[in-house]
């Protein structure tokens, strides 16, 4: 990285950053009250109350969100008639799997192989921390240009929409010129990328039943009408032979116009296993970020360790669609529910539940942020140009911010490219990749404010 002032204070204030990472991804911050204690993600939200103060903020929130959870918002003033910029992160987390599965301890920050581990590191608590890198460079270097609001969310990962909700409510809190969204992140470590498309999602809870009761399948095995099988029928009804996505009456054609993903490149991201192949038509691109993908998150049924000789009276699964930028969400989920009722065989009883939607999200590139973004980047990343990709995942809070605020602009950046494995075991951040963004996000503000 070249050296300037701000490049300067963001490697000075690395060891501070770890520190306070490793602070932060102690709380075992998942917003599932039924298996982490309230008192964990309360934790959180407080050290991030404490840390926003000490930067100067005022206003400084705890917002007891409608989802039962809660958000602290901050507000630094900046000079007078100054643009205001809007920095998101979200402090919850996903929860961390089988545990057994982590080589060091998720909620317990570990350096190893030079990446940071531990459940957040990357999503998104280290994007709070980038938040904070770059304000602190801008402040030792004359100060911050903007008007600077934080937000950071506590319920992202169970998209239970609580901040949704309040921003809703309370439509004059979050209002910006330009929204910068730090839960993205690279294409891969070392090129710059500009998330420009999110997929939306719908959750389905789906139930099968067929008889009062279970029996015993030699009996009555071969007439019966075993509800399980009849699940496992309606699942399968959702992809085609190449496993691509097929939903009666849903667009599934639709092509990315943008960055590439290699086929060999995604498969050693997504750590696909020797011999087995991809499923799907079109890029990987298409595949990925512009068309809807389902996938079958659980099924109820009786595991194997005990299972009994019976037919199954009932069953139920857990389905997620990704919906792509162009197709609004609650339809797709109007087609997915007639899709699996027509499709259940036997006269098979069958309802669905819907237990979460977010709309997908398309940016507007040509706006004076994004050139502002791309002089940044090109400064911190040098010899590399801004890169615009699309990312399968959903940030339902993005379409509400644009719905309340046409007028702004929003950005997304963050830290979680591939290495990162976010969601999974072992999840890290590169504390390299943190340093470059919190340099770029801190050239980002003054470069727009000049703008």
């Known amino acids: 990285m070249s050296s300037n002032p701000v490049a300067e204070t963001v490697a000075s204030l690395l060891p501070r950053a770890k520190a306070e990472l490793t602070e932060l ?14 008192s964990e993600s309360e934790g959180a939200a407080n050290w991030i109350v404490t840390a926003l103060r000490a930067e100067g903020f005022t206003d400084v929130a705890v917002l007891d969100t409608p989802d ?16 205001t910029v809007l920095l998101y992160a979200h402090y919850d987390v996903q929860p961390p799997l089988d545990e057994a599965g982590w080589a060091t301890p998720p909620f317990e920050l570990t350096e190893r192989d030079g990446r940071w581990y531990g459940r957040g590191t990357a999503d998104c608590k280290g994007g709070l921390i980038m938040h904070l890198l770059a304000l602190r460079a801008l402040k030792a270097d004359g100060g911050v240009p903007v008007h600077v609001k934080v937000i950071v969310e506590g319920s992202e990962e169970q998209g239970t929409g609580g901040l949704e909700r309040y921003a809703e409510q309370h439509p004059g809190l979050l209002t910006a010129d330009t929204i910068v969204i730090g839960d993205s992140g690279n294409f891969r470590v070392g090129l710059p990328t500009v998330t420009t498309t999110l ?15 279970n029996l015993h399948s030699g ?4 007439a019966a009408p075993d509800a399980l099988a009849a699940l496992i029928r309606v699942l399968d009804s959702l992809r085609a032979e190449d496993g691509s996505t ?4 849903l667009d599934a054609g639709a092509r990315w116009e943008g960055l590439e993903y290699t086929e060999e490149q995604f498969r050693g991201d997504a750590k696909v296993l020797d011999g087995v192949g991809l499923i799907g038509g079109g890029s990987v691109a298409d595949r990925i970020w512009a068309r809807p993908a389902v996938t079958v998150l659980g099924i109820d049924c009786p595991p194997v360790v005990g299972a009994t ?3 199954q009276a009932g069953a139920r699964a857990l389905v997620s669609l990704r919906v792509p930028p162009g197709v609004d969400a609650a339809e797709a989920t109007k087609l997915l529910q007639a899709h699996i009722e027509a499709r259940t065989p036997w006269g098979a009883r069958v309802t669905t539940e819907q237990i979460g ?3 997908p999200f398309r940016a507007d590139t040509s706006s004076p942020a994004y050139q502002a973004m791309a002089d940044a980047m090109a400064v911190a990343y040098p010899g590399e140009t801004m890169q615009y990709a699309g990312q399968g995942g959903s940030i339902p809070l993005c379409n509400t911010l644009a719905g309340l605020y046409p007028q702004a602009e929003i950005l997304l950046i963050g830290l979680s490219e591939p290495d990162a494995q976010i969601h999974a075991v072992n999840e890290s951040v590169s504390p390299e990749e943190l340093e470059r963004l919190s340099v770029a996000e801190a050239l980002f503000l003054r470069n727009y404010a000049a703008s």
């Open 199 to 213: 997929r939306g999602m719908t959750l389905l809870r789906v139930q099968v039943e067929t008889l009062a009761g």
């Open 357 to 359: 939607q977010g709309q």
């Open 246 to 249: 097929t939903i009666d009456g």
């Open 309 to 311: 000789p019976s037919v």
């Open 219 to 222: 009996q009555f095995g071969g």
């Open 25 to 38: 991804v102690a709380f075992r911050s998942v917003a599932d009250f039924d298996q982490f204690p309230r």
């Open 68 to 83: 039962g959870t809660q958000s602290v918002y901050g507000y630094l003033p900046g000079p007078e008639g100054a643009k």
